[in-house]
C-alpha cells in the first residue's frame, strides 16, 4: 500500500484578512444573474467601508447586477516568492450609486476602469457573506487525479 503525502488544509480567513486582502487588488471577478443563465464580467473595484464598489456602462453587467437576485464578487492573488496563494468570495446585493454626495465620495477613490467608453454608473456590493481562504501553491509534480492510474492504450 502507497502513503500518499498528506494534502495541506486551507486555512480559512476571517473577516478582516478578507477585507485586507481586498484592499490589496482592483481586480475581480463579478458573478450575476443574466436572464436565465450566471454571467460572469472582470470588474476593477475599490473597498469602500465594509463595502465594495465597481463602476460601469448601460448593458448587460449593469442590469443583471441590479436585477433581484444577489451577486458575486471573486479575488485572488498568488505570491510568487512564497508560493502562498488567496481567495475571497463576497455575496450579496448590488445598489447603484446615485445620490450626488455618495456619487462625490466615490469619485474619491480613484476607481479608474481599465477598458475606454462611459462608466457612469458606480455600482456598491453590501455584503451578506464573505469567505476566504489561504493556501501554499501544490508543485504540479505532486498533483494527483484518479486518471493518473487508469490504464494507458496500448499505443502509448
Known sequence: ??????????????????????????????????????????????????????RTGEGTK??????ATPVAIEADGVDSDTGVA???VVKG???SIKLTQEVLDTVGLLLF???AGRKDHFV???????????FKVTPPLTWWSPLDDAT?????
Open 1 to 54: 500500500m502507497m502513503n500518499k503525502p498528506a494534502i495541506p488544509e486551507a486555512e480559512k480567513l476571517d473577516a478582516n484578512q478578507c477585507w485586507q486582502l481586498l484592499r490589496s487588488v482592483s481586480v475581480g471577478r463579478l458573478a450575476v444573474w443574466a436572464v436565465d443563465h450566471p454571467d460572469i464580467f472582470p470588474v476593477n473595484f475599490k473597498v469602500d467601508h465594509g463595502t465594495l464598489v465597481f
Open 62 to 67: 449593469l442590469h443583471a447586477a441590479l436585477g
Open 152 to 156: 494507458r492504450a496500448s499505443l502509448e
Open 93 to 95: 446585493t448590488a445598489e
Open 113 to 115: 476602469p481599465w477598458q
Open 86 to 88: 488567496w481567495s475571497v
Open 124 to 134: 456598491r456590493i453590501v455584503p451578506t457573506a464573505m469567505t476566504g481562504r489561504r
